[in-house]
């Protein structure tokens, strides 16, 4: 961040006269449209308003929604100002981050300056019916930080609301802090599941969710954890992590088969854990699951699938989608992953810098033949 002073006459001067300005100039990575990222410096307004935070990002993962906005956004990004969050392009991106506080807004209570937070990006209305259950997210009176909300993660500086910055026991790293969000995703996947100690899971779709998953189903107590995954360099990621009980290729003749020859009688599994968005990884899920299994939808597909009701009532199978996670779940996670029950730090590949993002950042995580899983960014 630089703080350049300069001349010039004040709008509201009246008297013409010039007085010097205090012009604080911010790096930020910024999404302007399909393989269009820039890193930009920007004029930054960093005065925070009743309530809000001035924070410094530290350590910022790329996520899979990030990953979509490149490859064929703008999808969730508004191209005119969101009409609670404010963002447009072009947008500073960046939802999974550790930050430092530096100056708090009036009214601000429970933080302090150079405090070390993790931040939660769902923010929004907080007296309508969603808002006041805690779920702000499923109503129109919200946004996200890094996708709707004026600031992201991925700049010197950001403002957001208060309630956002969670601060960090002193024992979690701010790796670990930066993967707290990813890490919410999918512990709130695995207790949409019902996961319980002696379960068995099937998990598809290796990415950084699908990891985040194994380890989330491994924390619940679950004995036979199959994860099936089609890039043979994030199978072994995940045999590394030496979790699954069997790392598969979903396109084997015989994948159904070995599924079925982990679980009690062959019946299926307890519960599958969909994280691809891919249509036959989907069925590939329904199909594993016994009778009155619970198959939980996380993945997120750009096309319609189609389902075989009557096999659905017929086996009593309950389906369910899963969004975000508690917004009260942050010392939760802080929890598990300084008691070591989820390392997710272990999933960490890089830590590159800004001016890096397409090349050690977004190339690397698209490539469909890399074996990265997350990369964060650090502020330099
Ligand atoms: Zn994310």
């Given amino acids: 961040m630089t703080v350049a002073w300069y001349d010039r006459s004040h709008p509201n001067d009246q008297t013409g006269s010039n007085r010097r300005f205090r012009r604080v100039i911010v790096k930020a990575i910024r999404f302007y449209g399909q393989h269009d990222v820039r890193l930009d410096e920007i004029d930054g307004d960093l005065d925070p308003g009743s309530g809000e935070v001035l924070i410094a990002p530290t350590l910022i993962g790329i996520c899979g929604t990030d990953l979509h906005e490149f490859e064929s956004g703008p999808i969730f990004i508004p191209r005119t ?81 208060d309630y956002c910055c969670i601060p960090m026991p002193d024992d979690v790293t701010d790796v670990q802090g930066a993967m707290v969000e990813p890490t919410a995703c999918a512990v709130h996947a695995i207790d949409r599941a019902s996961v319980r100690p002696g379960s068995s899971v099937l998990i598809t779709g290796a990415g950084s969710i699908g990891a985040l998953a194994t380890m989330a189903a491994k924390a619940a107590g679950a004995t036979r954890i199959i994860v099936s995954e089609v890039n043979p360099n994030r199978r ?44 036959a990884a ?82 690397r995580l698209t490539d469909p033949e890399g074996a990265s899983m997350k990369i964060l960014v650090g502020v330099d």
């Fill in 81 to 161: 100002p969101h009409p609670y969050g404010g963002a447009q392009l072009p947008q500073i991106i960046g939802h999974e981050f550790s930050a430092k506080v530096v100056r708090c807004g009036p009214g601000v209570v429970g933080l302090r300056e150079g405090q070390r937070v993790s931040i939660q990006p769902q923010l929004g209305a907080k007296n309508d019916y969603f808002g006041s259950r805690d779920l702000c997210f499923l109503g129109k009176q919200s946004a996200v930080v890094g996708l709707t909300w004026k600031w992201g993660g991925m700049a010197e500086r950001a403002i957001v609301p």
């Fill in 282 to 363: 989907f069925q590939n899920c329904l199909d594993q699951l016994r009778p009155q299994g619970i198959m939980v939808q996380v993945g997120l597909s750009g096309e319609p699938f189609t389902i075989n009701t009557f096999d659905l009532t017929m086996r009593d199978i309950t389906l369910r989608g899963s969004l975000n996670y508690e917004l009260s779940m942050w010392p939760r996670i802080f929890e598990m992953m300084r008691s070591g029950l989820l390392p997710a730090e272990k999933l960490m590949d890089d830590i590159i810098p800004m001016k890096d993002i397409v090349e050690g950042g977004f190339n």
């Fill in 236 to 279: 072994r990621r995940i045999e590394q992590l030496a979790i699954a009980t069997a790392v598969l290729d979903p396109r084997s003749p015989d994948f159904g088969e070995t599924v079925r020859s982990f679980t009690q009688e062959g019946v299926g599994v307890d519960a599958a854990i969909e994280c691809s968005g891919n249509r």
